[in-house]
């Protein structure tokens, strides 16, 4: 073990005793100093004279200790430890002034201090002062710099001098896993100035200091930036292929979930930088506001949203509702942390309708949000029964359940797959948009149970989902697999799918049909690269042989379209939200559907493929499978 790591492992006391011996001494050169300025030699005084001289370095080692300059660890010494050095020894120099000129006349102080005979100078008294700053100071830097060489985390440049920057700097120079080298801030009276020891500079000169400094990072400390801008500062950063981390946004900031020190990695939300999803408080009170509410797929991406923030308008109650025990465990643990409200958690199957009827009558459910489904489209191309049983006759089993026991709101979350479908979720899906239109449109039967579908496209991070895959592909080196160099998806964040959701569903009437408004659509062979880009690394492909992860295309998967669609034709108008649209589509009256959902039953129960692919061609406008729609255990038999 080398010197260096004896000191840094050794005990806190033996390393305040040893920082103090080293004051003393430099103390004691400092008064050695101030004799010779004032032209005397040190020789030539007597030994009481030498005592009343050389006490001074003992006491001032016992103020640094009570004024606490041993607390701070010399090998992380800043503007405050240096502040409390100053304080230290001036106040070391005014309690000499004061012994010398206000209590002298104590007898037995003379002995000690009886600086009117001192052989220093008034001259001498300050070079003594001046030294000793310089040396104590002195001193801490250069141990620093011995016991931290080589020692520096990755260097990084911080992007914001605001004030968010300053702290975030402060708090990586503590730490030292990350080395801040510069700023960069678009603000030109800041360039060229200096902001803890860290120099300010354009953002032009970000391409210059990562290729000289060889930077790892680049940290946006702007929380106060809009999505929009956020995102142009990617597109602005990326071309140099450097990793990229963010400051929390403002909100998080305020109510204390995160610290400014903490960063977290450039997520898709950040690439797409779409704004804050208008919240009309009104809408979102409506149905939840003082009411009992249950949620199915309460532990999966969409359901466990709506679980949250349904949470935090006030229910009654809220229950939440999964077939899957960990996922339900999860979502309950994280809300009890955080909601004020009564919460259960039911383990059900959407099939059984007798145990959603008990639920909805046990608690006198007001609203459901049917968020349960299978999602997966290859999985669900593969296993077409199941996914017939669970996202249609699982539909038609919680909304039976809720007409019978009078729930006031059901609303179902849909996709922009059950358009025109090209596969069995697809179809599963438009089917059960269906089974509530003919249901809320029936004469006959008049339900007391408003149903309402609302259809959306991807939601960024879910589970299941593409993107996420990314993100673990690229930390494993790579490839990144995208399925054609064409295809391209709409995309939303979960929170605004979720927001947009419960607000559509407070609009409905019965049998509405609600379109989230979903930006502009996004190539997903672009989102690959910049994500690529963003963590780093550079895109290796024909044009750069030498680059870090390659992208492989993969083909599109059975059921998968180039594009999606969340419109049957064009009849949709504007709502009182800017960002929900009403369509008008047209359905199954209540006989035809009954007539298919008992045609399905007996096609489910014998496995009968053919009749299945039959039944779902004929009963959903512009159902046209990719391929041959066969169980994969069918498949398998017959192997």
């Known amino acids: 073990m080398s010197i260096k790591d004896k000191l840094l492992s050794s005990r806190r006391s033996t390393k305040v005793s040893l920082v103090a011996c080293a004051d003393f001494f430099c103390i004691c050169v400092a008064m050695y100093l101030a004799t010779l300025i004032s032209n005397i030699s040190i020789d030539s005084l007597d030994v009481l004279s030498i005592l009343r001289l050389f006490w001074i370095p003992f006491f001032s080692v016992l103020v640094f200790y009570i004024l606490g300059v041993y607390r701070s660890v010399v090998r992380y010494i800043n503007f405050s430890a240096i502040y409390v050095i100053l304080k230290a020894i001036l106040t070391v120099f005014f309690i000499n002034l004061f012994l010398r000129y206000i209590i002298l006349e104590i007898d037995y102080l003379k002995f000690l201090f009886d600086l009117n005979n001192s052989p220093i100078s008034i001259l001498g008294w300050f070079v003594g002062l001046t030294t000793t700053t310089l040396l104590v100071i002195g001193s801490r830097l250069i141990a620093n710099y011995i016991l931290d060489e080589n020692d520096h985390g990755n260097k990084v440049i911080i992007y914001g001098a605001g004030s968010s920057g300053i702290q975030l700097a402060s708090a990586l120079k503590v730490s030292k896993e990350i080395d801040p080298i510069a700023f960069v801030d678009k603000d030109r009276s800041l360039h060229g100035t200096y902001l803890a020891g860290i120099k300010i500079l354009p953002p032009n000169k970000l391409e210059y200091l990562a290729k000289k400094n060889k930077i790892s990072e680049v940290l946006i400390a702007i929380p106060s930036a809009s999505k929009s801008t956020l995102r142009e500062l990617l597109k602005e950063i990326e071309e140099y292929s450097v990793k990229v981390r963010i400051l929390p946004g403002l909100a998080d900031l305020a109510s204390g979930r995160v610290l400014v020190s903490e960063l977290k990695e450039v997520d898709f939300a950040d690439l797409l930088g779409r704004s804050e999803v208008e919240a009309h408080q009104n809408l979102l009170d409506k149905n939840i506001k003082e009411k009992v509410v249950l949620v199915t797929g309460a532990g999966g991406s969409i359901g466990s949203e709506i679980a949250r923030q349904a949470s935090l308008n006030g229910p009654k109650s809220l229950i939440l509702l999964d077939s899957n025990e960990y996922s339900l465990y999860e979502i309950k643990e994280e809300l009890n942390q955080t909601a004020n409200i009564d919460l259960f958690s039911v383990l059900a199957d959407i099939k059984d309708e007798k145990r959603i009827f008990n639920i909805c009558k046990a608690f006198e459910v007001d609203t459901i949000y049917h968020a349960a489904a299978y999602k997966h489209v290859p999985l669900v191309e593969e296993n077409p029964f199941e996914g017939v049983k669970n996202n249609i006759f699982g539909t038609l089993s919680c909304v039976n359940a809720a007409m019978m026991s009078n729930v006031e709101t059901f609303v179902l979350i849909s996709t922009d797959k059950a358009v025109r479908p090209t596969n069995i979720m697809g179809a599963s899906k438009r089917f059960a948009e269906m089974i509530l239109q003919s249901l809320a449109t029936d004469i006959e039967n008049k339900s007391l149970t408003k149903m ?160 299945l692919e039959n039944i779902l061609k004929a009963s959903i406008h512009g159902f046209i499978p990719e391929k041959e729609i066969v169980d994969i255990i069918h498949t398998h038999n017959k192997n």
Do not use: C, W
């Open 452 to 611: 309402t579908m609302v259809r959306f496209g991807n939601v960024l991070g879910s589970s299941g989902s593409a993107l996420p895959l990314f993100k673990r592909q690229i930390q494993d080196g790579g490839p990144v697999t995208v399925t054609d160099p064409e295809i391209i998806r709409y995309f939303m964040t979960i929170p605004e799918a979720a927001t947009l959701v419960i607000q559509a569903g407070a609009m409905g009437d019965g049998g509405d049909l609600f379109l989230l408004d979903m930006g502009e659509p996004v190539k997903i062979l672009e989102l690959a690269k910049r994500l690529i880009k963003l963590s780093g690394y550079e895109v290796k492909d024909k044009d750069n042989p030498d680059g870090d992860i390659e992208i492989v295309f993969t083909g599109l998967r059975p059921g998968e379209k180039l594009y999606e669609e969340l419109l049957i034709g064009d009849n949709v108008r504007q709502t009182q939200h800017k960002q929900i649209f009403q369509a008008n589509e047209d359905f199954l009256d209540r006989k035809d559907m009954d007539n298919y959902l008992e045609s399905l039953t007996d096609a489910v129960n014998d496995n009968d493929n053919e009749k």
